[in-house]
């Protein structure tokens, strides 16, 4: 089984979906792992503010981390670093995986992230 793994910078729940003001981005990234997860992708997801050893026990993060403490969140496939300082849309996670992308609701208008740090 083909599998991604998320780790978020500190938040206050697992998704940061929670709280008075809930950032669109997250919210539409919850869709799209619920998404991945429907697709038959394992989704492992790790919040730093509670599950730290998650990130401690990984020399991959830990290594980014010192390097730039600014990747989170970052994601993991086949123990590589695919992305780090944004979320990605639908389209770029169907794209990891080798999947088609016609048909694939985009539910956010672009990942924002750094240049040269997804896809």
């Not at 938040?11 to 940061?16: A, I, Q």
């Not at 997860?37 to 492992?44: A, K, L, N, S, W």
């Not at 794209?95 to 997804?118: A, E, I, L, R, T």
Request: with cysteine; charged share 20%; net charge negative.
């Amino acid at each position: 089984m083909q599998k991604i793994i998320v780790y978020d910078q500190a938040m206050c729940c697992s998704t940061g979906v929670c709280g008075p003001s809930v950032d669109p981005k997250l919210a539409a990234f919850a869709a799209d792992l619920d998404w991945l997860t429907r697709q038959g992708i394992e989704v492992e997801r790790y919040n730093l503010a509670q599950q730290p050893q998650a990130f401690a026990d990984s020399r991959l993060v830990t290594g980014e981390l010192q390097k730039d403490a600014d990747c989170l969140p970052l994601f993991v496939i086949d123990e590589k670093i695919i992305a780090c300082g944004c979320y990605p849309d639908r389209a770029t996670l169907a794209k990891f995986f080798g999947m088609d992308v016609d048909g694939v609701v985009q539910v956010m208008p672009s990942c924002g992230c750094k240049p040269g740090n997804c896809c």
